[in-house]
């Protein structure tokens, strides 16, 4: 049974930081891609930042550049996104994704709420 399961979200003023966590089961980790996508309320849902299958190449969103840090630990199944620096507009559900090297199977956490408010 594959599994995405994120933790780390929550309520932090504007400045601060948070740590997400995506802990995965069910699946050979190391032979996928991951990423981190967000969904605001009435928006379209957006890659935040993406790792590939060995940690060896990132990529981000220019919104989070600077200030988001995506890692990979292949031995413990986990995905993090560290972020700090946080704004008003980071605020929304943040999503663990899923993709295998062939792009042939896919798989999508359940997300976890992110608000950035004084």
């Known amino acids: 049974q594959v599994q995405l399961v994120e933790s780390g979200g929550g309520l932090v003023q504007p400045g601060g930081s948070l740590r997400l966590s995506c802990a995965a089961s069910?699946?050979?980790?190391?032979?996928?891609?991951m990423r981190w996508y967000r969904q605001a309320p009435g928006k379209e849902r957006e890659l935040v930042a993406g790792?590939?299958?060995?940690?060896?190449?990132?990529n981000y969103a220019n919104s989070v550049k600077g200030r988001f840090t995506i890692s990979r630990d292949n031995a413990k199944n986990t995905v993090w996104l560290q972020m700090n620096s946080l704004k008003p507009e980071d605020t929304a559900v943040y999503y663990c994704?899923?993709?295998?090297?062939?792009?042939?199977?896919?798989?999508w956490g359940q997300g976890t709420q992110v608000t950035v408010s004084s």
């Open positions: 069910g699946f050979t980790f190391n032979n996928y891609r």
């Open positions: 790792i590939s299958s060995s940690g060896g190449s990132k």
């Open positions: 994704y899923a993709v295998d090297l062939a792009y042939a199977n896919d798989y």
